[in-house]
């Protein structure tokens, strides 16, 4: 039992050595403030005209020299349409796409991305979503900033807004976790996935992998699917700036959120080997961590040799997630993290089913 425990522990130990101290110790690099490229803005949206009122402003309202925003209005039944209108006379550079029909072999937003895409006047994209607010009017610049003659996908973090409750702390540890992942991978030159909310590639990406066909039945997972397939240690950067965040509202119930999350990790069966590999053995290790201490605490007799690999693992642990929660503007969670390292085996446990099954969903 305690060999076993031991080899967790080695594991866990290796990854956030390896991989994690990498986000802790990343120094923020100078955005290029000469030739920024000219950038579209893509937004997808389905009925969501207050969201759309509230939010779109503030991306409008860029400090940027030359961008666009293009609205993607996919078949709302709501008054998008009108109030897009009013604020196109108000806005120039703000772009609308009425889709009036439906694609019957592109699921969820993948038909009216494809849409936006195609109708963009710029090389350089920048994804987010209609309920999405920037950290701050130098959000274009910071994440466009970061493409060079090398550099073509920008990975951007999109965290939550800070409410009470303990549902809004464990969905901000999540969107944390998840984070601290992709950003260390992609840091260590193994990029593997993006969050579309705040994702910047070049137009020419999308179309070299063309991933939609492959993966038409899906309704989630196109921008983590485009970034498995494009992204490798040349080509991705990661912006980190408190600037470059993009907020967005947490889900208010359980029920919303295990929907969504239901969809958004179904993609991971579809990534690269290597990527399935390495997020399986951290969970798993995870998963037999807490299983064989139990085990050792009670049915061995090597109490001080358990505690140690335990104490071991939770103080590294804990130095690495104080200062990667720190960079990411996430430390009031720092105090909970032993008891929502323990939850996550439960949430793990809870998805498992929706990461194994293929039945399809539909998209608001």
Not at 227 to 236: D, E, G, L, W, Y
Not at 271 to 285: D, N
Request: hydrophobic residues 45%.
């Amino acid at each position: 039992m305690l060999l076993i425990f031991s080899i967790a522990v080695v594991i866990q130990l290796l990854f956030c050595l390896i991989f994690f101290s990498r986000l802790a110790d990343h120094e923020l690099l100078p955005v290029n403030g000469e030739n920024l490229p000219p950038v579209t803005t893509v937004i997808c949206a389905h009925d969501e005209m207050n969201r759309l009122k509230k939010n779109l402003p503030s991306i409008l309202e860029q400090k940027y020299p030359q961008y666009e925003v293009m609205v993607v209005n996919d078949n709302s039944e709501d008054d998008s349409e009108m109030m897009l209108l009013r604020m196109q006379a108000e806005y120039p550079h703000l772009v609308v796409r009425d889709i009036r029909n439906s694609s019957k072999k592109m699921r969820g937003k993948k038909y009216p991305l494809t849409i936006g895409i195609r109708a963009a006047s710029h090389e350089h994209l920048l994804l987010t979503d209609a309920d999405c607010t920037p950290s701050s009017d130098y959000w274009i610049r910071n994440m466009a900033g970061m493409f060079d003659d090398n550099k073509e996908i920008v990975l951007g973090y999109a965290p939550y807004r800070k409410h009470p409750g303990f549902l809004n702390k464990f969905i901000r540890y999540e969107t944390f976790i998840t984070a601290q992942h992709y950003f260390s991978f992609a840091l260590a030159g193994i990029p593997y996935m993006g969050v579309g909310r705040n994702l910047a590639y070049r137009k020419q990406i999308f179309f070299d992998h063309n991933i939609y066909p492959k993966h038409s039945q899906l309704l989630s997972g196109d921008d983590d699917l485009l970034i498995n397939a494009a992204a490798n240690k040349r080509n991705t950067a990661v912006q980190l700036s408190p600037s470059s965040f993009m907020f967005s509202e947490a889900k208010q119930t359980w029920d919303e959120y295990w929907h969504q999350k239901k969809r958004h990790v179904s993609t991971g069966r579809y990534y690269k080997w290597h990527h399935k590999l390495l997020l399986t053995l951290f969970s798993l290790t995870s998963l037999l961590f807490y299983v064989f201490l139990v085990l050792c605490l009670l049915y061995t007799n090597l109490l001080p040799e358990t505690l140690l690999l335990f104490g071991t693992r939770i103080l590294v642990q804990g130095m690495i997630f104080r200062a990667t929660m720190r960079k990411l503007g996430e430390q009031d969670l720092f105090i909970l993290f032993p008891l929502m390292d323990v939850l996550f085996l439960l949430y793990y446990i809870k998805l498992l089913p929706a990461i194994i099954q293929r039945k399809a969903d539909t998209w608001k």
